[in-house]
């Protein structure tokens, strides 16, 4: 995936992330329990997808820091940065299939059906997404 690609996911993931964080706040629960733990349950939500994108994210940032670092370590840490997200990006797949349907979603981030080659536990389907 190109680099423009996977930063046009993850602010359309940061968006959705905060479109919902404004809907659960906008709930007024009241009395009713039920809205209350829907409300936090929500906010919760984001807060842990917040949280795995920025550790999708973490490393890269981190080797952008060039500063004072000889040149081999610079190209090192490129490489390593790039090899990190490709290993860390799954999470956002699979974080913004969840939104599938909205009017920005880009049909290329669709996950893809395959067949499972371990047994499936009892109660779930045999095939998964990746």
């Known amino acids: 995936m ?3 690609e996977f930063k046009t996911m993850m602010e359309f993931l940061w968006a ?14 009241g009395k009713n329990q039920g809205v209350a733990r829907l409300q ?3 906010l919760a939500d984001v807060e842990a997808k917040r949280r795995l994108m920025d550790w999708v994210e973490e490393f890269p940032r ?5 500063e004072g670092r000889v040149l081999w370590e610079r190209a090192a840490g490129k490489l390593w940065a790039s090899l ?7 999470v956002i797949y699979a974080l913004v299939a969840a939104y599938d349907g909205h009017r920005d979603f ?7 059906e395959v067949e499972d080659e371990y047994e499936s536990r009892e109660g779930t389907p045999g095939a998964r997404t990746v």
């Open 16 to 29: 959705r992330l905060d479109e919902d964080e404004t809907a659960a706040r906008a709930l007024k629960p």
């Open 2 to 4: 190109r680099d423009d």
């Open 40 to 42: 936090a349950r929500v």
């Open 62 to 66: 981190m080797v952008a820091d060039n």
């Open 84 to 90: 990190s997200r490709d290993f860390r990006s799954p």
């Open 106 to 112: 880009h049909p290329a981030w669709r996950l893809v």
